[in-house]
């Protein structure tokens, strides 16, 4: 409700007395918005606080029978008369059929001697602890196979190569359509069939990355063995014997489990199929969930202004005016006594914070450690990961040089030969024995093996290095250059110019060594 925001100091001072009461007795926070629902009730201060908690926020001006119009005409709040029944639309009977359902909850919660906060927290420390549990044991530790973990250890046996694609949750069918209530989810159950004729569809299915997606993100997904006592709590609700097929659960307004959409599985069946159907139950879901949303909110809100009615009507300082069927204030000037609890209802709350208090404690210590762990293991994969790819790195480093230097062996393997073949072509006929002008000379090679040839004494040294490069010579592979030398007395044929007679004059017969050189 907006006011006139300088109202309040239009007021006579016995008036604005009435508006500062008006705003103890009610939430508001604003003096100009009390003193606007204080005037539009005829300066009566208990209608206003009635019109305040009827959420009556329209029609400021409106006359106190107008504002009951739409209630048969009524002007007093006692007798106010509800709608007839045959003019009630649909969110009507939900709103009554809600309402009904949260009051016979309360009255449950009462007789078992636990308050809402209460057994809430419970609920979320239990469900809390539970997910812990499960989340470190791993299911052959915990010796359990029961629902969603009994489908996803036959999934990753005979579908390994899906099952790191497809993400099922396990538990039973019970635990998981609370869990999809509690996230605003739809619950997405595939029935499976171990048949032979049915074993090919998750392959094709599960395959399409677009399907697989869009069932992950929007849809609390669980998978059942259709031929395991975890599945009867689905198949009661499916009243079929076909399997392997998609069933979509959810939580109605008074907490029972109703199917939404049943989809049946064939060897015909496309992901695209599957994708369109999914994408229309999801569009639906969510607008009943919203209008469900809408029709808590004001059930819960409708509850509460009764309750501050109540509250209201019951407290020492008002009695009500029978004939009128208004309120009358009493010993306003009196102090407002304050009721005293019972010690056993303090000993019991007390109790229940100190047990909120112990584990909550204890939540935040066991989520605090699986942190913990997940960083450490997320740190050791991003290590794990790191030292892959830097020896992968290093792998195809070595591959490379391995694969570079043979082909520079092979490079220089071909060029030899082709430099032997080319001296061949082009080295001299060897002398025949017993000719004139001829010196027989033997070669030390390296390997320790010797070579015997004989040369004119005309002949240039560059032919003895042609006759050692015809050779098979196997020189260590970091030496491949060479001379020719005698050591006693000291003499080294590097004039490859010179003719054997310059070096050799009037010798028929000289041993030479082939030195390999370093530098």
């Known amino acids: 409700m907006q006011g006139n925001p300088n109202l309040l100091e239009t007021l006579t001072e016995p008036q604005q007395l009435e508006v500062y009461q008006l705003m103890g007795i009610t939430d508001i926070a604003d003096g100009n918005v009390a003193a606007q629902y204080y005037v539009d009730a005829n300066y009566d201060i208990n209608r206003a606080a009635q019109r305040y908690f009827d959420g009556a926020t329209a029609g400021m001006n409106q006359t106190p029978n107008a504002m009951y119009e739409d209630y048969g005409g009524a002007a007093d709040f006692g007798n106010i008369q509800e709608p007839p029944r045959n003019q009630r639309n649909q969110g009507s009977e939900l709103h009554i059929l809600y309402k009904k359902h949260l009051q016979r909850k309360e009255r449950e919660e009462e007789e078992k001697g636990m308050s809402d906060s209460f057994k809430e927290t419970a609920s979320t420390i239990g469900g809390g602890f539970r997910g812990i549990w499960n989340y470190i044991m791993p299911i052959a530790l915990r ?9 996803i250890v036959y999934f990753r046996k005979n579908y390994e190569d899906l099952s790191r694609f497809v993400k099922f949750n396990s538990g039973t069918f019970e635990r998981n359509i609370w869990h999809a209530t509690q996230v605003k989810k739809p619950l997405l159950v595939y029935l499976h069939t171990d048949s032979p004729v049915f074993r090919p569809i998750p392959q094709r299915l599960f395959r399409d990355a677009q399907l697989v997606e869009f069932m992950t993100n929007n849809f609390h997904f669980l998978g059942l063995l259709a031929n395991t006592e975890s599945s009867q709590n689905v198949l009661k609700y499916i009243h079929t014997k076909h399997c392997p097929c998609l069933a979509i659960f959810r939580k109605n307004l008074l907490d029972e489990t109703i199917l939404v959409e049943f989809i049946t599985l064939t060897t015909e069946t496309t992901a695209g199929q599957i994708l369109n159907q999914l ?94 762990q997940q960083e450490k293991k997320n740190e050791e994969e991003k290590l794990r990961k790191e030292k892959e790819a830097q ?113 050799f004059e009037g010798s028929d017969h000289e041993v030479i060594v082939v030195r390999e050189l370093t530098e």
């Not at 501050?308 to 020492?316: E, F, I, K, T």
């Not at 009196?334 to 609890?341: D, F, L, V």
């Not at 010690?343 to 066991?366: G, H, S, V």
């Open 391 to 503: 020896e992968e790195i290093l792998r195809r480093e070595k591959e490379e040089e391995e694969r570079r230097k043979q082909e520079e062996a092979r490079k220089k393997e071909e060029e030899k030969e082709n430099l032997k073949k080319s001296k061949l072509a082009t080295l001299p006929v060897e002398p025949a024995e017993g000719e004139s002008g001829i010196i027989s000379i033997v070669f030390r090679l390296p390997d320790g093996n010797r070579g015997e040839r004989r040369f004119y004494h005309t002949d240039k040294v560059q032919i003895l290095y042609d006759y050692i490069d015809t050779r098979d010579i196997q020189f260590d592979p970091t030496t491949v250059r060479y001379d020719l030398m005698q050591p006693r007395p000291f003499l080294c044929l590097d004039d490859k110019e010179k003719s054997l007679n310059d070096y």
């Open 143 to 151: 010796g359990e196979t029961e629902g969603g973990e009994e489908f």
């Open 279 to 372: 994408k229309n139950s999801e569009r639906s879901y969510y607008t009943v969930i919203t209008e469900e949303e809408r029709i808590k909110r004001d059930v819960v809100r409708s509850l509460n202004n009764s309750r501050r009615r109540d509250l209201m009507m019951n407290s020492p300082f008002y009695a009500q005016d029978v004939e009128g069927g208004m309120f009358a204030m009493q010993n306003m000037q009196q102090p407002r006594p304050r009721p005293q609890p019972r010690p056993e209802d303090l000993q019991r709350i007390e109790e229940a914070r100190i047990l909120r208090q112990i584990q909550d404690e204890e939540y935040k210590e066991a989520e605090r450690k699986i942190l913990e």
